[in-house]
């Protein structure tokens, strides 16, 4: 079934085995730990449960910066169908703020090179969420010089923009509900997260 052999290293277990087909950082018997999430409508998709595997490798993403981690992260969201269907009525892209507050303490924002790189693949400008959602302009100024557009730009009377809210896990939905909510006059959203802790949580903590 998968005949793509790499020599490359699987970012989650270190080791050297097969790869999914046309994956370069995840290996088969990884992927195969993963769980298909459940939360998936036609306007919100997350991708997975979160699982001690998935966390595992997030936290490498998050709190060590790990390259390896966040290309694999990055993979797994980018080649995934559900991604490529959002991304195909998707007319510009946004990280959630939630992770910019992350960044600001110290984390590796993951979702910000999750929005770069689904931008630059499927050429979608990328737009930042309302200044209210921001602390102060100082945070604000730090995205802006990362080539976003803020969202008033793109609004006009005649086109109903989509934009597509991405994050890296949902919760209780909270941030991506009030984000959604402040621009949902003027543009359509549709929501993806590459994790989904809502049920998740309890029952996977003695894991
Ligand atoms: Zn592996």
Redesign the pocket.
């Known amino acids: 079934m998968y005949n793509h052999v790499t020599q490359e290293k699987?970012?989650?277990?270190?080791?050297k085995?097969q790869h999914i087909q046309n994956f370069r950082y995840?290996?088969?018997?990884?992927?195969q730990l993963l769980r298909p999430a459940k939360l998936k409508t036609n306007c919100l998709v997350s991708l997975y449960e979160y699982t001690a595997e998935l966390r595992y490798i997030l936290l490498q993403a998050k709190t060590c910066g790990d390259k390896f981690a966040i290309s694999c992260l990055v993979e797994l969201v980018s080649k995934n169908i559900y991604t490529q269907l959002l991304l195909e009525q998707a007319d510009f892209i946004m990280p959630a703020p939630s992770s910019l507050w992350s960044r600001l303490r110290g984390k590796t924002d993951f979702t910000w090179f999750l929005v770069r790189a689904l931008a630059q693949k499927n050429n979608l400008e990328r737009l930042y969420p309302q200044r209210s959602f921001y602390w102060n302009w100082n945070k604000r100024s730090k995205l802006e010089r990362s080539g976003y557009y803020p969202l008033e730009s793109f609004h006009s009377p005649s086109k109903r923009y989509t934009v597509l809210l991405v994050d890296d896990v949902i919760t209780t939905g909270h941030t991506l509900h009030m984000v959604g909510r402040s621009i949902s006059a003027y543009y359509r959203i549709l929501y993806l997260t590459l994790a989904n802790s809502r049920n998740y949580l309890k029952g996977d903590k003695k894991r």
Not at 26 to 31: I, R, V
């Open positions: 699987c970012s989650f277990c270190l080791e085995k995840l290996c088969n018997d990884c992927f």
